[in-house]
């Protein structure tokens, strides 16, 4: 085989990857419905609203009273309806429960939501120096470079 069979075979195979790689994407994307929210975005970088979320399923009163029914829609809609079929009403309630109970914030601050104020008063608060006009993706590299050295 001559070496540009070779490199057409190489660069075929290469695409082929690539794009399967990009229609998994896509389609994973698309299964979470934010394949629609990143075509709005702008080329500056700046975030569309976020679409409205449609209210989690709370029925009322003790869990302990709630119907099997009432567990399993409570936690599909919080995404935690896989193998909920075979569950025991005794594990629904302890599921329910554990959901219940869990903390509403990490205390986890994501850098990719700051501004590009907000981060350089971080680079500042850390005795880091910003330079003259860096972008955003360099400020952002700075602070997330910063968030994650070893203490």
Do not use: C
Not at 17 to 38: F, H, L, N
Not at 43 to 61: D, E, I, Q
């Amino acid at each position: 085989m001559d070496q540009s069979t070779q490199r057409t075979l190489i660069y075929g195979a290469t695409a082929v990857v690539v794009g399967y790689a990009a229609y998994q994407i896509y389609m994973s994307m698309s299964a979470s419905g934010s394949a629609s929210t990143s075509n709005s975005q702008s080329y500056s970088g700046s975030r569309a609203a976020p679409a409205p979320k449609k209210p989690a399923y709370t029925p009322k009163g003790d869990p302990e009273s709630w119907s099997e029914d009432d567990m399993k829609k409570y936690l599909t809609s919080r995404n935690l309806g896989m193998g909920l079929d075979h569950a025991s009403k005794h594990e629904l309630l302890a599921m329910v429960e554990s959901k219940m109970h869990e903390p509403t914030s990490t205390g986890f601050d994501d850098p990719e939501e700051w501004s590009a104020e907000e981060m350089k008063e971080f680079l500042r608060s850390n005795n880091l120096a910003v330079g003259h006009n860096p972008s955003r993706l360099e400020l952002l590299a700075m602070v997330e470079a910063k968030m994650h050295e070893p203490k």
